[in-house]
């Protein structure tokens, strides 16, 4: 069996309560050197690394290689987080309650701000899922809080989540990890 790490980038340098999914916001540095020192312990010798290209991923990809030459990184955009067009930027308490109500009606269907629905971001998460598994080699994913919850649901056999509480809550904290065991 392998393992597949799910790292969610450091805390990112945006006002919270706001949508930034694929708004490219940096990471507080000193919380990114910290991940990086706390994961570096962790990670086995050659591990490879895949990266979503959103630069608060980066930073921790950069941070960490530069501790263990040893991983080897790529960017992969296929684990970048999910796209809320329009709502980029926006705090969510003021989308209003018709915008997040017309989601969860339609939740995997249903593009978010005009951006990118549920089910295109599950089948892009999806191919990246599928290729580590297929591959038999552990990896390590520097992503999103979403991509996480999304791999969760790929591990227990859901494709795509057709309702809003299908969604997982729970996620890493920034910095953090979690371990998941694969089947190839």
Same mark, same amino acid.
């Given at each position: 069996?392998? *393992?597949?790490?799910?790292?969610?980038?450091?805390?990112?340098?945006?006002?919270?309560?706001?949508?930034?999914g694929?708004?490219?916001?940096?990471?507080?540095a000193?919380?990114?050197?910290?991940?990086a020192?706390?994961?570096?312990?962790?990670l086995?010798?050659?591990?490879?690394l895949?990266?979503?290209p959103?630069?608060?991923?980066?930073?921790l990809?950069?941070a960490?290689?530069?501790l *263990?030459?040893?991983?080897?990184s790529?960017l992969?955009?296929r684990?970048?987080?999910m796209?809320?067009?329009?709502?980029?930027?926006?705090?969510?308490d003021?989308?209003?309650?018709p915008?997040?109500?017309?989601?969860?009606?339609?939740?995997?269907?249903h593009?978010?701000?005009?951006?990118e629905?549920?089910?295109?971001?599950m089948?892009?998460?999806s191919?990246?899922w599928?290729?580590q598994?297929?591959?038999?080699m552990?990896e390590?994913w520097i992503t999103h809080?979403?991509?996480?919850?999304?791999?969760?649901?790929?591990? *227990?056999g859901?494709?795509?989540?057709? *309702?809003a509480?299908?969604?997982p809550?729970p996620?890493?904290?920034?910095?953090e990890?979690?371990e998941?065991?694969?089947?190839?």
């Amino acid at each position: 069996m392998t *393992r597949l790490w799910l790292v969610r980038h450091a805390r990112p340098l945006i006002e919270p309560g706001h949508c930034y999914g694929a708004l490219d916001v940096p990471a507080d540095a000193e919380d990114t050197q910290r991940a990086a020192r706390n994961l570096a312990q962790q990670l086995p010798v050659g591990l490879m690394l895949r990266c979503s290209p959103l630069q608060r991923c980066t930073q921790l990809a950069c941070a960490l290689t530069a501790l *263990r030459p040893d991983l080897r990184s790529h960017l992969d955009p296929r684990i970048a987080e999910m796209d809320f067009g329009h709502w980029e930027g926006q705090r969510w308490d003021r989308l209003g309650a018709p915008a997040l109500d017309a989601w969860s009606a339609d939740f995997a269907q249903h593009a978010p701000g005009g951006g990118e629905s549920v089910e295109v971001f599950m089948q892009r998460v999806s191919s990246a899922w599928d290729e580590q598994q297929g591959s038999g080699m552990p990896e390590a994913w520097i992503t999103h809080a979403g991509v996480i919850r999304a791999a969760s649901l790929l591990a *227990r056999g859901l494709r795509c989540p057709q *309702r809003a509480d299908q969604w997982p809550v729970p996620a890493p904290a920034f910095g953090e990890w979690q371990e998941m065991p694969t089947t190839p």
